[in-house]
C-alpha cells in the first residue's frame, strides 16, 4: 500500500500582496487518495473558516478548510512575522490518505465490503518568506 512521490511542496519567497502555490503529486495510488493542506500560520486556517483551538493543531499545524487538492494557493499574503499579524515565516505542508476498500461481485454487481488499509504520508514542511 502505497503511492510514488512525484513533488514535494518547495519553500516559496515571494512579497507581499501576492500569493504562493504549493504542490504535492503522487502517482500509483494503492486506493483513493484524500490531500489535507495543514499551516501553523493562524490567519490563513481562521480566513479558510477553521476556528484554532488550543489542542486542535496536528503537529503544531491547522487545516486550512476547503484545501484538499494536490495544490494550494494562498490568500493574498501580508508581510511581517507570522507571530504578529504577517505571513513570513509560516509553514505549509500536506497529508495524504490512501485508503484502500474491498470490493465483492454479488448478482454480478461490484459491491464496496470494506475498509482494508489505511496509509497517511505527510509531506516535508515548505517554508514561506514574504518580505
Excluded at 500500500?1 to 500509483?28: C, E, K
Excluded at 515565516?89 to 489505511?118: A, E, H, P, Y
Amino acid at each position: 500500500m502505497s503511492f510514488q512521490i512525484l513533488n514535494q511542496p518547495y519553500d516559496v519567497n515571494t512579497t507581499p500582496g501576492s500569493t504562493a502555490t504549493f504542490a504535492y503529486l503522487v502517482a500509483d495510488p494503492s486506493g483513493v487518495l484524500t490531500y489535507q493542506w495543514l499551516t501553523d500560520n493562524h490567519r490563513i486556517a481562521r480566513l479558510s473558516g477553521f476556528q484554532p483551538l488550543p489542542g486542535a493543531e496536528i503537529d503544531g499545524t491547522w487545516p486550512i478548510v476547503g484545501a484538499n487538492a494536490a495544490s494550494y494557493t494562498t490568500p493574498i499574503l501580508l508581510a511581517g512575522d507570522v507571530f504578529d499579524v504577517g505571513d513570513n515565516g509560516s509553514i505549509f505542508l500536506c497529508r495524504v490518505t490512501d485508503t484502500i476498500t474491498t470490493s465483492q461481485q454479488v448478482d454480478g454487481q461490484s459491491l464496496k465490503t470494506g475498509v482494508t488499509g489505511i496509509q497517511y504520508y505527510t509531506s516535508r514542511c515548505a517554508y514561506l518568506q514574504v518580505h
